[in-house]
């Protein structure tokens, strides 16, 4: 099975989570529950008039667990490329092996600095898809431009990259869209 692991639970990171999980892909999410999105009063994201950052965490951590993302409070401290995909280190001890790496981790750049991935004043190089000059890692949200960052293009960027990774797997352009029972 393919294995994911994305570092980081804000908006982009569980976004990411979501898509992945939800079309079979065996997920697995590192973060503490601290991401800025807590500091939000969210006025214009689509379809939500309202609503308090942290209700927003709240609401996506539920729905990412809820198609079988697993979420983990640990913090990734290295990522190390490995036979077919990555090795990351938790803070914990751990070693995970996985195919695909979505880092997540907000403006600090930590892994992405550590990686020496590609990076100009405003964030790390990507392309639209999240990609890095590195197959199968991925960078999405605050890190790929510090001056733009938004809940909403964060979201957007963590799906963009989990529907890459999908069409990866699947070997053609993926498309997850579901359709609504027919009445009755």
Not at 90 to 99: A, N, S, W
Request: aromatic share 6%; hydrophobic share 45%; net charge negative.
């Amino acid at each position: 099975m393919t294995k994911a692991i994305v570092i980081g639970d804000g908006p982009s990171g569980l976004s990411a989570a979501l898509f992945l999980a939800k079309n079979g892909i065996d997920t697995t999410v590192f973060g503490l529950n601290k991401s800025n999105v807590h500091y939000a009063l969210l006025h214009n994201y689509l379809g939500i008039p309202e609503m308090d950052g942290s209700d927003f965490a709240a609401i996506a951590r539920s729905q990412v667990t809820r198609f079988g993302a697993v979420i983990v409070a640990s913090l990734v401290t290295n990522i190390a490329t490995a036979p077919g995909g990555f090795t990351v280190f938790t803070d914990d001890g751990q070693e995970h092996e996985v195919d695909f790496v979505i880092i997540a981790e907000g403006k600090a750049m930590k892994l992405a600095v550590a990686l020496d991935l590609e990076r100009t004043e405003t964030g790390v190089v990507v392309d639209r898809h999240g990609r890095t000059a590195v197959s199968g890692l991925y960078v999405v949200g605050r890190a790929t431009n510090r001056t733009r960052s938004q809940t909403i293009i964060s979201a957007g960027e963590g799906a963009a990259a989990a529907l890459d990774i999908l069409s990866v797997v699947h070997g053609k352009d993926f498309c997850d869209f579901n359709e609504r029972p027919k009445a009755g």
